[in-house]
């Protein structure tokens, strides 16, 4: 039997990568958007979001293949619920984060739009059609993000060698990151399922929590450095890829069985805590610190009803 210590030694090592990894993506992510041109927010949306949810991808996906739908569907949707209001919360207690208002009415619809989708079509299950239909969804939304973002950007004189170098940096900041993930990951895991815990609460909880952790330190470094458009950028990317992105190739894999408990009210409360986030970031466009505390304490009680449901 493989001794706790180990799995200590493990958490340990992974919080070490991730938060030196979310250092070097910020300052990637700053600089390759300099040099292309383009917004952070925009690289935050699409590149970093996608190297950040290479975790839940990896999990859920392996889940459905091994056919466990409820950790395949609850890590999307406790990822959705932790980067919303655990994550951002965490964000705003550091230094308010301010929005813009065409972010708001653009990515933040398109976000809620996407909780919503996900829970219509997760009636009884979510069938391969469906989770096509997600993917196809997807690939539409990087693409008119992308097209938008080169069409909004500034053109200047760029140095290839100095763009490969700021790639370079990015790209190993989220190997870091993903690596780290993966090692809090499976540590917490095995931890979790030492001490007898249900595997939807696992997946909803643990699993969601340990697969964010990319977000969370990227969102927190970002903002300490005083770049909240990352932070804004890579979870609310990272919640449409979820939903779109992972949910939809898990169940293009094999078809969902959607847990009852899990429709009724894990995703009406993860639509609810999406609709208290926009409500947040209209509100003078800015997160606000106590906005942030409300986030975080309606992700504590949220999980707290769960745990004794």
Do not use: H
């Not at 997600?134 to 909004?152: D, H, K, N, P, Q």
Request: hydrophobic residues 60%; aromatic residues 6%; charged residues 10%.
């Amino acid at each position: 039997m493989v001794p706790l210590a180990l799995y200590i030694a493990l958490f340990i090592i992974g919080l070490l990568l991730l938060i030196k990894g979310a250092d070097w993506v910020v300052s990637g992510a700053s600089s390759v958007a300099s040099l292309l041109g383009v917004s952070a927010g925009l690289i935050a949306l699409t590149i970093v979001a996608i190297g950040t949810t290479l975790p839940e991808l990896t999990v859920s996906a392996t889940a459905s293949f091994l056919g466990s739908s409820d950790i395949a569907l609850g890590n999307v949707v406790g990822s959705v619920l932790c980067n919303t209001a655990l994550i951002l919360g965490l964000a705003a207690l550091i230094a308010p984060l301010p929005v813009g208002s065409s972010f708001v009415k653009r990515e933040g619809m398109v976000m809620l739009l996407a909780g919503v989708c996900l829970w219509v079509v997760s009636w009884g299950s979510i069938s391969r059609a469906e989770g096509v239909v997600l993917v196809a969804l997807f690939g539409a939304y990087m693409f008119f993000s992308v097209r938008r973002g080169i069409r909004e950007g500034v053109r200047k004189e760029r140095d290839p060698a100095s763009r490969w170098s700021q790639l370079a940096i990015l790209a190993v900041g989220i190997i870091c990151i993903v690596g780290g993930g993966q090692l809090l990951v499976r540590s917490t895991i095995q931890m979790a399922i030492m001490a007898g815990v249900p595997q939807l609460l696992l997946a909803l909880t643990v699993v969601a929590i340990g697969t964010s952790l990319p977000e969370m330190a990227i969102a927190i470094m970002a903002t300490r450095k005083g770049r909240a458009e990352i932070a804004l950028g890579d979870v609310i990317g990272a919640n449409i890829l979820n939903i779109f992105l992972v949910a939809g190739v898990c169940s293009a894999i094999t078809p969902l069985r959607v847990d009852p408990m899990l429709w009724r009210f894990d995703m009406p409360l993860m639509i609810i805590v999406l609709l208290l986030l926009l409500a947040c970031m209209r509100t003078g466009w800015r997160i606000s610190r106590t906005e942030g505390g409300l986030l975080l304490a309606c992700y504590c009680i949220c999980f707290g009803v769960r745990a004794v449901l």
